[in-house]
């Protein structure tokens, strides 16, 4: 018998407000000393009043929009009661039966993985287990969360992860969270069961907490498919849901409790606030503000510029990356028409993009990435701004510089900024294709290696590339390859 997971994930992400979903208090608090960020309010003092952050909820609307869910027009928020020390009103304000959006799916790969709601309430407190005791920071309590719950749609667990990493990249992208999973600002909990193949039957789930990477939710499933298979094989498959912890260290899951029902929770309705109303003209304006998504983003850089799947992908991996590369290309046009070739500009630029889009993608996938992670900066703070890298390809491009030099004035244009241009002729890095400049060095080694030319001649084409590499060596990597290749052939 062969059985298929079912997977579903409940994901809560953070978001940057300026302030708290519920009150005015600063909602940077875990870079704060802690209790230093809350109020009366979000302390759950009795007398107070909370009041809804509008932020919050435009970018409910927002994520709501770019999941492609139902925004709902009429929703209100509830009381989640539960007695915990993160707690101090003893009560979560949360979203029950009317969730701000219904609906919706994120494509992953070349699957829609549907959503079942969207909703916002509040963080709970911080508890901070040391020294055999149990520390609580409020500063986090009343940051504005948005859960999000998945059907049980997910397939594998790779699949569950590359759903989390591409909602990571939708958050990132549209400014609302940085929904860093290793900092908390990204939470989830794992849902799974198996069945046998073929079924279309729900049977009860296993609720993983304590996931702190994507790799620790792809890990955490695995394990738990591994498990249940065997007890579904020995007849033992889980009879009631249980909610079981990932130890990171062990690599396994273990049991933690049974599985708290809805009832526990004596939902009803928050008193203190007001329903959510939401009019057609506020969802219209929303719409505006979205920006592409990196789903978008992607088949555009495919479509538009040429790139492969894979340039693609991690030229958009992050927001400020693909910006980057973006102002590179639309600056190539500047320089390509300086270069006095013929015909209009459109013209010029037809001819030549397709090299040109594809140069980019390399230099930056195969050179800058790296030189900016070696020098631990970000993409954004760069001294090589957009305008000097697209003269930098366009030098490439037209030969100017040899691709080892090319990589020295990349180096140097990172450390200094300004001008490739500037910086090859300081260096003295032009590539020598001169003919006349080329000759004599290339005379020079045909007399100095006469048995080298003696095997060219009899068929060995590698003493060409010996007598290549002597001649790059002696214009210190200056020369231009071809050009000496051609040379050679000629002389000998
Ligand atoms: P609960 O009442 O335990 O909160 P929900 O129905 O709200 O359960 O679902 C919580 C999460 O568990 C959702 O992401 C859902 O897709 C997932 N889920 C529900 N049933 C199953 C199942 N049988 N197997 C795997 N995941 C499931
Ligand atoms: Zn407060
Ligand atoms: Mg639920």
Known sequence: MKYEA???????????????MFCSCDNTGEDQAPNTTICPICTGQPGTLPVINQ???????LIGLALNGEIAKFSKFDRKNYFYPDLPKGYQISQYDLPFVNGGYLEVGDRKVKLTRIHLEEDAAKLIHKDGATLVDFNRGGTPLLEIVTEPDIKNPQEAKNFLQE??????????????????????????????????????????????????????????????TKLWEDGKSPKKQETRGWDEVKEMTVEQRGKEEASDYRYFPEPDLPPLKIDEKRIQKAKGNLRELPQQKRKRFINEYGFSLEEAKILTDD???????????????????????????????EKNKKKLNKLVANWIINRLLKLVSENN?????IKINPEN??????????????????QQVLEKMLIKGGAPSHIIKEEGLEQVSNEGELTDIVEKTIKNNPQVVEDYKKGKSNALQFLIGKIMKETKGKANPQAIAKLLKEKI
């Not at 079912?6 to 708290?20: A, C, D, F, W």
């Not at 932020?55 to 609307?61: E, L, M, R, T």
């Not at 973006?326 to 390509?336: K, R």
């Not at 900066?377 to 703070?381: L, P, Q, T, W």
Request: net charge neutral; with cysteine; glycine share 6%.
């Open 6 to 20: 079912v997977i579903g994930l409940e994901i809560h992400v953070q978001l940057r407000t300026k302030s708290k």
């Open 55 to 61: 932020q919050a909820v435009d970018w409910a609307i």
């Open 167 to 228: 909602l990571k990249l939708i958050m990132r992208y549209q400014g609302v969270s940085s929904a860093d999973m290793e900092k908390g600002h990204l939470r989830c909990d794992a849902n799974i069961s198996l069945r046998p193949e073929g079924e279309k039957t729900f049977y009860p789930k296993i609720e993983i907490k304590n996931l702190n990477s994507f790799k620790s939710v792809e890990k955490a499933l695995e394990y738990e498919i591994k498990r249940q």
């Open 319 to 349: 927001r400020d990356l693909s910006y980057y590369a973006e102002q590179v290309i639309s600056e190539l046009g500047a320089w390509l028409s300086t270069l006095g070739l013929e015909g209009t500009k459109e013209e010029i630029w």
């Open 377 to 381: 900066i970000e993409i954004s703070k």
């Open 389 to 406: 890298f697209a003269e930098f390809i366009v030098l490439v491009y037209q030969n100017k510089i040899s691709s080892k030099s090319a």
